[in-house]
């Protein structure tokens, strides 16, 4: 649901059930109780005239289609890593987005499956450990993902949050990060616990606490892929390399 303009008043679009199609309501010229989302509805109505095709999709889906194709193409170093951390932008599902509707920042441009599939990592053949996060809905999925990597899965981490969100039945308090190999290169530090307990900042931030393990355990030279802010240690691969600062 987000809010439109034009002369005659503001109206409301909804996404109807199948989120694919919607639909709008007028609400009249004042636009005071809806201010919040107006500015959303506008983006998504620029979006849709510049790329019909997006009428198809709901709204939020149109939106994170229309940033993923004006993204500019992300340019390899040339580097090779032996610690590579990816937290890929997963097709999210929509069920999320109704528990919080005003997270608008899940509008960012995702990946699909087969994209992450064949997204080339920039691994040290000689041996190199590789983190990829997942979501509850995209965990089975991201097994496959090690697959097509060449990845051998050894271990699961979990980071515990502060608070969580109930979409059907059990609170989603944890999200996930698969740890994996290739090559035979050793930790640098053997018994570190799995389970990484630290508070929830901002949408896909993940905690300060998971990257301090990484450099306990994992050797130099080391990349943060899709990167949304710098930590030492780690080179950045991403377009939204400085979208989180600290405060």
């Given at each position: 649901?987000y809010?439109?303009k034009?002369?005659?008043?503001?109206?409301?679009?909804?996404?109807?059930?199948?989120?694919?199609?919607?639909?709008?309501?007028?609400?009249?010229?004042?636009?005071?109780?809806?201010?919040?989302t107006?500015?959303?509805?506008?983006?998504?109505?620029?979006?849709?005239?510049?790329?019909?095709?997006?009428?198809?999709?709901?709204?939020?889906?149109?939106?994170?289609?229309?940033?993923?194709?004006?993204?500019?193409?992300?340019?390899?170093?040339?580097?090779?890593?032996?610690?590579?951390?990816?937290?890929?932008?997963?097709?999210?599902?929509?069920?999320?987005?109704?528990?919080?509707?005003?997270?608008?920042?899940f509008?960012?441009?995702?990946?699909?499956?087969?994209?992450?599939?064949?997204?080339?990592?920039?691994v040290?053949?000689?041996?190199?450990?590789?983190?990829?996060?997942?979501?509850?809905?995209?965990?089975?999925?991201?097994?496959?993902?090690?697959?097509?990597?060449?990845?051998?899965?050894?271990?699961?981490l979990?980071?515990?949050?502060?608070?969580?969100?109930?979409?059907?039945?059990?609170?989603?308090?944890?999200?996930?990060?698969?740890f994996?190999?290739?090559?035979?290169?050793?930790?640098?530090?053997?018994?570190?616990?799995?389970?990484i307990?630290?508070?929830?900042?901002?949408?896909?931030?993940?905690?300060?606490?998971?990257?301090?393990?990484?450099?306990?355990?994992?050797?130099?030279?080391?990349?943060?892929?899709?990167?949304?802010?710098?930590?030492?240690?780690?080179?950045?691969?991403?377009?939204?390399?400085?979208?989180?600062?600290?405060?």
């Amino acid at each position: 649901m987000y809010l439109l303009k034009d002369k005659r008043g503001y109206y409301r679009l909804f996404d109807t059930s199948d989120g694919k199609t919607h639909y709008l309501k007028y609400l009249g010229k004042d636009p005071k109780p809806y201010l919040d989302t107006l500015d959303k509805g506008n983006e998504i109505l620029e979006a849709l005239k510049e790329y019909p095709d997006l009428a198809l999709k709901g709204g939020q889906a149109a939106l994170a289609e229309y940033k993923r194709r004006k993204m500019p193409r992300i340019k390899s170093n040339g580097k090779q890593y032996q610690t590579i951390v990816i937290d890929p932008p997963w097709p999210m599902e929509k069920i999320t987005r109704d528990v919080r509707p005003n997270q608008f920042d899940f509008d960012y441009p995702v990946m699909s499956i087969e994209e992450i599939k064949n997204f080339k990592l920039p691994v040290n053949p000689e041996g190199c450990h590789v983190y990829l996060w997942t979501t509850q809905k995209f965990l089975p999925i991201a097994f496959s993902v090690f697959e097509s990597w060449g990845i051998k899965y050894e271990c699961l981490l979990t980071w515990v949050k502060n608070v969580g969100f109930t979409p059907f039945s059990f609170m989603y308090s944890t999200e996930h990060c698969l740890f994996g190999r290739c090559g035979s290169l050793s930790l640098l530090k053997l018994g570190k616990r799995l389970d990484i307990a630290a508070k929830v900042r901002q949408h896909s931030r993940k905690p300060a606490e998971f990257y301090d393990l990484v450099r306990e355990v994992s050797p130099e030279p080391r990349v943060d892929i899709f990167s949304r802010e710098p930590h030492e240690g780690f080179d950045q691969y991403g377009n939204e390399t400085a979208k989180f600062t600290e405060g």
